[in-house]
């Protein structure tokens, strides 16, 4: 949360992630809140968990970016817990 907040007090309209397109605002807005729904419904090293409370908190399932954000915390949660 600290690196978004950094970033968000530019008054930038154009945005490039790494190896990625160029994102206007709306599409990185919708980046981070991907990105922080993500990391805060990871709390264990289960993928199936992390999942299941995605599922219930938001009353969906995970899109494409969620996914791929879901799996990393895991997996960073995963690496802290040896």
Known sequence: ???????Q??????????????????EMNIYWKELTTASQIVKSTSLEIAIECFKIENK????????????????EHIIQSK
């Open 60 to 75: 969906r399932d995970p899109n494409g970016n969620e996914l791929f954000f879901i799996k990393a915390f895991v997996n």
């Open 1 to 7: 949360m600290p690196m978004i907040k950094d970033i």
């Open 9 to 26: 007090k530019y008054d930038a309209e154009m945005f490039l992630l790494g190896h990625e397109s160029i994102c206007d605002r709306d």
